[in-house]
Nanobody, 119 residues
Framework: QVQLVESGGGLVQPGGSLRLSCAAS????????MRWYRQGPGKERELVAA????????NYADSVKGRFTISRDNTKNTVYLQMTSLKPDDTAVYYC????????????WGKGTLVTVSS
């Protein structure tokens, strides 16, 4: 059974940090590009960060560059999103997404974890 389970969300003050984790199971983790998306209140879902299957290449939305870092541990089937200098605009549900590099259009989603940035 394919599962992506996000954790690490919560309430944090502006300027604070959080690390999100996404644990994958039920598929060949190393054959997937991993992405973090977010959807804020009243906003569309947006791509935040992505990392290739080997971890060699990462990409970020302009809004988070220099503040967020995506990484993965293929021995633990887990992808991370380290978030620093958090702003109220970062408040959103953060979703983990896996995209296969082997099977066209194969994609899996987690259920999300809520991050609230507020004083």
């Amino acid at each position: 059974q394919v599962q992506l389970v996000e954790s690490g969300g919560g309430l944090v003050q502006p300027g604070g940090s959080l690390r999100l984790s996404c644990a994958a199971s039920g598929f060949t983790f190393m054959s997937y590009i991993m992405r973090w998306y977010r959807q804020g209140p009243g906003k569309e879902r947006e791509l935040v960060a992505a990392i290739t299957n080997t971890g060699g290449i990462t990409n970020y939305a302009d809004s988070v560059k220099g503040r967020f870092t995506i990484s993965r541990d293929n021995t633990k089937n887990t992808v991370y999103l380290q978030m620093t200098s958090l702003k109220p605009d970062d408040t959103a549900v953060y979703y983990c997404n896996a995209v296969s590099i082997v099977v066209n259009a194969m994609s899996h989603w987690g259920k999300g974890t809520l991050v609230t940035v507020s004083s």
